[in-house]
């Protein structure tokens, strides 16, 4: 009976932290609608800074599962550049990372969180596929936020895109918007991939990589051209401790494992290049080799990480509960409320009942 028991508790383990973020959206979406209604009678700072520390509130929720439940390493590599520092004047940035799991997100979060006396959780932002509009509640919500939906195939730049860029530009608090130029995850499986982009490479004249894909400049062009309150851009390689087990170059810890996976390698290596905005070549053509060059920087960097003498780098202490846990002390509250109050189940069943809707609001509001 224990043993079945434990061996239930064991298979369950990786369910608690995603269904923690998943469910979480409900409350999240309700509240979210709420601060919308409100919006008609305050002033439209005061429903803004609402949902900023709404959204903010998640984020660090998402940080406590990261980071807190994880038990995971973080490790920083290159200059501090008053990036990963409490003095960090606040700034709009576009945080340009390669892409190998659906974890590396959270690192430009993980590196917010530890920007300015307060965190900068709330100016987190990603240029995102299209399809995720799809995602029940969480499509619409990261709309209202300012993400960026792009199509990842076609040089065709909607109408919806430069309105929302148009809004990021000139939001008052600051945004760091995150763009993956090589549109989608890397990884030793994806062997076709990596032949076409290195097919591309040589026909450009230039060496095969292995460790990232040729980037595409599209996205950092479309936020360069319409974001000129830009700042800098924060060049992140992110490297998983995990992929230096054997066997393992090239594949990355998704969700489950980075979550809740065995303690051993669970490390993530942070490598972060602070570019001041007025280095980064504007033309075409310019960034175009510009960004390559940047990868095949990160190309460098990541066979260093393979290699027999990597650095060690500096090891981040992990985000204090006393910035995590109130927020998930919240939305846990959220969460068992429904079972209380009738009125909260109520709210939260027409939350999830208007989700198609809200799916189709983007719709007609030509949003996506
Ligand atoms: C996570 O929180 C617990 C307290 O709930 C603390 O003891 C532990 O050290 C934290 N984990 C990390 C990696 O900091
Ligand atoms: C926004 O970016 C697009 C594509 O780079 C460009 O064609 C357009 O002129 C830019 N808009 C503004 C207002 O600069
Ligand atoms: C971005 O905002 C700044 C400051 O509000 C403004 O001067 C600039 O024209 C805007 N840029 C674009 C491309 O709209
Ligand atoms: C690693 O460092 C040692 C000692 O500094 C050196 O002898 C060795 O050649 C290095 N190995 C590589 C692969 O660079």
Known sequence: MLIALTVAVDALRPVVPCSLLSFSMVPFASCSIIIGGVSWIVPNRVAQQLDSMLYKAYMRLCLFVFENLSGVEIYYHGEKQNVVDKSGKPENVVVLSNHQTNVDWIVPVMLAARHGAQGSEQSFRVMVKQSIHFVPLFGWYIFQHGYIYVRRF???????????????????????????????????????????????????????????????????????????????IYDVTVMYGQMRKENRRALAPGMFEFCCGPQTHKQIHIHLERISIDKVPKEKSDLRSWTTDRFARKERIIDEFYSENASVGNLLPCV????????????????????????????YLLTVASSPLLIAWLHIRKCV
Do not use: H
Not at 174 to 200: D, H, M, V
Not at 324 to 339: D, E
């Open 154 to 232: 076609g040089e065709f730049i909607g109408a919806p895109v430069l309105r929302q860029l148009r809004w990021l530009n000139e939001s008052v608090p600051p945004y760091w918007l995150l763009i993956f130029p090589e549109g989608t995850r890397l990884s030793a499986k994806k062997t076709q991939l990596i032949k076409n982009s290195n097919q591309f490479l040589e026909s450009s004249g230039r060496p095969p990589m292995r460790n990232v894909l040729c980037p595409r400049s599209g996205g950092l062009q479309l936020a360069l051209d319409n974001l000129s309150t830009l700042d800098a």
């Open 320 to 347: 204090p509960l006393s910035q995590t846990l109130p927020s998930t002390l919240f939305f846990t509250a959220a969460l068992a409320a429904p079972f209380f109050s009738k009125t909260v189940a109520r709210i």
